[in-house]
């Protein structure tokens, strides 16, 4: 395979994309391990980016920040106000809805208060249609629901939309053989909003499935809340979904079906897309499977080489995903205790995936996303709940629980990247790693080179670094709001605000890769050669660049 070659030329900067030139034969690559601990780096809490796949498809749960919520100054007339008033064939077959002009204000103003279009929402029925999006195969495969095991629905809530919450519960019952379904258990997490108490109870009571709401005396987080459900669920498996979800036809028989093929599997269904503010059904990209930054922040790529050939081109066959998204799952009841359930001194939200994902796999599970099975999910771009103890205490407290007990030395690496985190490493651990020994798990390098050997961990690799202009003593930024599309190269102080930004891998392959899953390539615009960041394709000379003794690219 031919290396792209590129020769020194004057500089040249354009907004936006940098000019291949810009960089060549005056960068340098310089090793980040010694001096990162020196650096300066952002105090700001790492988020989640916005993540849009290659069909325009938001794929990241939501944004954390550290700030008030936009609805902590409503008043509670408004907060406790619940408008629902579904209009005939708004929505149906999972069609987008508009609210009319003259509604513009509300819309804006209520959106604040769950961070989706709470006026669409009620207007849409929580019974409404949606389309079939399995594939012909799939629904050639469906197995009986005869000798299936049952389930248990899980679900948290707090200060969740009343038409958000009920359109769960609805698709769920609606979609599914009522023989599979033993009961559905709502958590509510120390809801404040009054329609959610009494009314609540009222309504639930009646429907043709058991359901019923436990209540958290005090504001547990996602975690114990589920615990709390799971104590008392009577289901042979626990199938756990998020309060804004719609479930579409089939969905549950081949969760359930592989989990009766092999209980160690702890299963995830294609993650549709319901727009946040029209509330569309938009079908999810059945090639994509889940991952992580050396931040510990969950990501969406596409699935490797290495996974599609050992499904053998079998488009139905699960996909053994290196970690899961968390928000949506079934697993065996029993097998759930087994392994540990939740690490129960997490708190609130954030991380409880990720560390899942590494028990899973290291302690002889699997984690499986099923493309048979479709669960649409209202993305939001930020949280509208508040984090007590707040949001960087708690995220970093979540995932050094994680880096201590799953990581091994490799914990280090993480700490190296998120330095905001060094501070909370005292926390006692003791009872998870406790769990570890007792199912004798395996270790964080058997994880990274078995279950997810395309990480971005710098072993057996060329050269590991930051890209540095020496001329202008800046290193090459990436920003990555649009995954492979918009994603743009920039110089920017080194060692300021995300330092993970700016660490780049040269491969044996002369390929030069970021912790985003995108490789450095380049493309032709307007006569000129550019460099942009692109989705790997392990194939394109465009992505392959030389390193030499100079220390130039």
């Known amino acids: 395979m031919k290396v792209v070659h590129l020769r020194r030329r004057p500089l040249f900067l354009t907004i936006g994309i940098i000019s291949v030139s810009a960089f060549i034969g005056i960068l340098v690559m310089s090793s980040v391990f010694n001096h990162l601990q020196n650096m300066e780096v952002d105090k700001q809490v790492a988020v989640n980016n916005d993540f849009v796949s290659k069909g325009g ?15 902590a100054d409503m008043p509670q007339e408004i907060l406790n106000t619940n408008d629902y008033s579904p209009q005939s064939g708004m929505g149906d077959f999972g069609q987008g809805v508009s609210a009319p002009k003259r509604m513009f204000q509300k819309v804006s103003e209520l959106y604040k208060i769950n961070q989706f279009n709470l006026v669409v929402s009620d207007m849409i029925s929580v019974n ?23 389930t248990s629905i899980i ?8 038409s958000t919450l009920l359109r769960t519960v609805h698709s769920a019952i609606n979609r599914s053989p009522r023989s599979l379904l033993k009961e559905i258990i709502l958590v509510d997490d120390n809801s404040e909003r009054a329609f959610l108490k009494e009314s609540l109870d009222e309504y639930v009571a009646s429907l043709e499935v058991p359901t019923f709401v436990l209540r958290m005396k005090e504001r547990s987080g996602l975690m ?8 008392v ?31 160690r599997a702890v299963v995830c269904p294609i993650i549709d897309v319901i727009n946040d503010s029209n509330f569309q059904y938009v079908q999810g990209i059945p090639l994509n499977w889940g991952a992580f930054s050396w931040r510990l922040q969950f990501r969406w790529f596409s699935i490797s080489r290495r996974e599609m050939d050992r499904r053998n081109g079998n488009s139905i066959s699960p996909i053994r ?20 359930s939740y690490d129960e001194h997490m708190d609130v939200w954030g991380g409880e995936n990720i560390e899942m994902s590494f028990r899973i796999w290291q302690c002889g599970g699997t984690l499986e996303i099923i493309p048979c099975s479709h669960v649409g999910h209202v993305f939001r771009k930020s949280t509208p709940h508040t984090f007590p103890g707040g949001v960087q205490k708690v995220l970093s407290t979540n995932l050094v629980r994680v880096a201590e007990v799953w990581m091994d030395d490799f914990k280090e690496f ?3 990247v998120s330095p905001e985190a060094r501070k909370y490493r005292n926390v006692d651990v003791s009872s998870r790693v406790k769990v570890r020994e007792k199912l004798e798990c395996k270790s964080f390098q058997w994880y990274l080179e078995n279950i997810y050997p395309e990480n971005f961990y710098p072993a057996n690799y060329l050269t590991f670094g930051q890209i540095k202009n020496v001329e202008k003593n800046a290193c090459l930024e990436g920003s990555y709001g649009v995954h492979g599309l918009k994603s743009k190269l920039f110089f920017k102080q080194c060692g300021i605000g995300d330092i993970n930004n700016q660490l780049f891998i040269y491969k044996k392959t002369h390929e030069i890769k970021t912790d985003e899953s995108l490789c450095l390539d380049t493309v032709e615009e307007n006569g000129l050669s550019r460099a942009a960041l692109r989705q790997c394709s392990h194939t394109g000379a465009s992505q392959l660049w030389d390193y030499d003794s100079k220390k130039w690219i």
């Open 57 to 71: 498809i938001p794929v990241i749960v939501g944004r954390i920040v550290e700030k008030k919520p936009k609805n």
């Open 128 to 150: 409404r249609s949606l389309p079939d999006v399995r594939k012909s195969s799939c629904k050639a495969a469906q197995n009986s629901s005869k000798n299936l095991p049952d």
């Open 155 to 162: 679900v948290v809530f707090h200060n969740e939309a009343w």
């Open 224 to 231: 114990r809340s589920r615990l709390r459900g799971a104590a």
């Open 233 to 263: 669920a009577q289901g042979q498996t626990l199938t756990f979904l998020d309060a804004h979800c719609e479930c579409t036809e089939g969905w549950l028989e081949p969760l359930l079906t592989r989990i009766q093929q092999d209980r």
């Open 321 to 340: 995903s290196p970690v899961m998204a968390g928000g949506l799952f079934t697993i065996d009841k029993s097998y759930f205790e087994e392994i540990g």
């Open 414 to 416: 993480f700490y190296r």
